[in-house]
């Protein structure tokens, strides 16, 4: 039997016009971690804020 769960591959845009890719379950709490710096050493850390361009919702993370 298959488990299905929510994840999400999203797309930020930088302060510098880059943008990151990136796969999560928690969608807001990400954002909300790139965005306060939790990270200290990802590649956004230095890129703040970041803007949620686009977000699409997986059940399966395969």
Do not use: W
């Amino acid at each position: 039997m298959t488990i299905n769960h929510n994840y999400f591959v999203y797309i930020l845009e930088c302060t510098d016009g880059s943008y990151y890719v990136g796969v999560t379950n928690d969608l807001e709490v990400r954002v909300e971690q790139h965005n306060s710096g939790y990270y200290p050493k990802a590649y956004t850390f230095n890129r703040r804020p970041v803007v949620l361009r686009y977000y699409q919702r997986f059940t399966l993370i395969e």
